[in-house]
């Protein structure tokens, strides 16, 4: 089995696919309710909120339209912090279904400038809600989400997070940041496969929602609250082998305890960013932001960025990931989020140190 | 282990349980890329077409959804063909993005008549679209697709067909009844956990697709199709295990052979429902329209229908549905399609004399 290091789908432990393998139960019987109740109780642990906290049956791209859908209506005025692939993509799901969208984008590799936020608020009072990226998955950066969400609410707007490759291993902590609407997905730190989409919803996120005219069915937030509420139940049928999974990782997550999750975390990166430094390599994302869940790494000195990935792969058994869009062949990403420990990491950085100058790697 | 008799999720072989407990491979790497094309491949087989078949991670509810808003502009006036729960749902999600509906609603338990439709679409020469159930699994009624397909496409309109809980298990030759779109669900005849949706999309619906109006961008049909072609991809991270399964089921359903799994549900269903006269209880559905998926079965001499699932599970281990809506109550039914024999069939007819007349039934 390859070991596999990009930022999801992330390695299950097996006690998550031996839960991936149980038999079908009946979605709507009094065994499934008590699972989905206890996964949303656990769940709201990790986001650290006291708001509801729903499961969709879906990609996170699904939670991200969930969440346009849910929040606003046609012609609404939303400011878009993008910092690369993921950030744009939210924007561009709220323009799709009608938003009008003011746009701060970043360089990729750099995090976003909360005094930007503040002056782009400032000079777009229209504004009713901002989209943006917590962690970047396409470019490992991520942004100082307390900050900005402080300048957010103390202007009084709606703040809707993309935290899909965040929660679960970097702080977020959704009440104490005030977060109206925050997005995971189970293919992530949660150290499950993917199919489920997770958004917590504040009071000010449902008092919007009440007001929002953007056509929604299969995802709309109401629809799935009131039939958790009355019967502990989804509307539609849910993705249940994932929901099982959910309950046996979460019961492995609150045991180590998300304090020493997130620490974890850090070590982890700490380790891939010193051990890519030690190589020679440069880190993509200005290091000052760089992710704990993934590991930009720019190309130098003659690397083949596609062979090295090719090499790994076929030497090593390691897989990571390449870069997206216009990062296409000029990053490679390392995966460190969920099942992940300092071992894993060092084996990675090994091969990498070992493959790179067979991939042309000259060291300068 | 209870034995699951509702019309989905379905019992999972255990070859398909073992595919869901594979560990996570990269969504964008050539394993993948071949499993998905395999899996593509032989869903076409079982839809019998040459049509485009596009794999979506959500419930069934959102392949209709997907359906909806690839095929329609706000205002396109559209025929629903409803003969129950799904056929409502159907329509409203239609409605919610802004179509027009106009209503062709059958009591539920019946059948549509396919010279009803004919006359709906003479009376309303504005129709775009017709909206169908295949198979209605709140009644456990199978609409006749074949006539019906006939006076629409004589009429032109488009024909977007709810196949959920059929395809797979009952003959429907999606090219020969030149069915536009056709949707179904993995946790139904397929044998494996809900999470997918399928859809196979004919030209004309791709003609459709393109003036198309409704917001789209998790469910675009083309974003699909077109990293699908290019790449062997999804757009979006799908349920990787689903597929996993599905990949297995596709092999053991191949093997059957598509006839022999048709003809199995047939006999299977007759049994299900000779075996509920024999006991004195009145079948929900008209007889000449009966479901080989799911066979609903009304109350009737003093029957306690809740008394009687509650039976079924304590005391046989055997789990059936109630009845939805307004029929909450008044039925029962018992899901019979995927991974049935007719040895469970005969278990369940066995468990349904001895516990009736626990649950109050005397019989007349």
Redesign the interface.
Known sequence: ??Q?R?P?????PPEV??A??????????PEFQKILADVTAKLKQIFQTKNDVLIL??????GL?ATAVNMLSPGDKVLSVSIGVFGDRFA??AK???AEIVSYKVEWGKAADPDAVKKALKDNPGVKAVLVTHNETSTGVTNDLGAISKVVKEAGKLLLVDAISSMSSINLPVDEWQCDVVIS?S?KGWMV???LAFVSVSEEAWKAHAAAK?????WDFMRAKSILVEKSQN????????IFAMDVALDMMLKEGLPNIVARHARVAQLARDGIKAIGLPLFAEESHASNTVTAVAGAGGLDIKKLRQLLKDEHKI?V?GGQSTLDGKIFRIGHLGWVTEKDIKEVIAAIKVSAPKAGFTGK
Chains 1, 2 share one sequence.
């Open positions: 089995m390859d596999l990009i999801g789908p992330t390695p299950c696919l031996k991936m393998g149980r038999q079908m139960i009946n979605h709507r019987g049956t879906g990609s996170g791209t699904g339209e561009n799901i799709t279904f009608g997905g293919q496969p993917p199919g953007m056509p929604r069915f299969y509307p539609w049928t849910p993705a249940i082998s994932i897989v990931s």
